[in-house]
């Protein structure tokens, strides 16, 4: 599925179907936000996400557009971390801060 909410909703839908839950691989592709960050926090159906980090990709724009001003030269291609994340290494990569989770961006900056 393409994005955290289509994932929940996929998940809800099974769950409304009466199926058991932990028997299905929900895996996502974003992580971004409170309810898709909850949901493999959780676990249950959800196994795995493809992580694009968008924080990360939003800085990564601004120090283009920066450096395009700047009249800087730049590089070719523009590279923002990604990565599989599984239950298991959830904590790894984000940090608890209240009711959500915020990236590790000491773990992100090994990617």
Known sequence: ?????????????????????NSLCAITYGLEGKAGRGALYEGGAYKFALAFFPEAVGMTCVDAAVAAIEGEALPEVYESPTTVVSRGEFEEYFVKNGDTWNINFDK???L
């Open 1 to 21: 599925m393409h994005g955290c909410d289509s994932t929940i909703g996929a998940v809800e839908a099974a769950k409304a179907l009466g199926m058991d839950l």
């Open 108 to 110: 992100l900056n090994e």
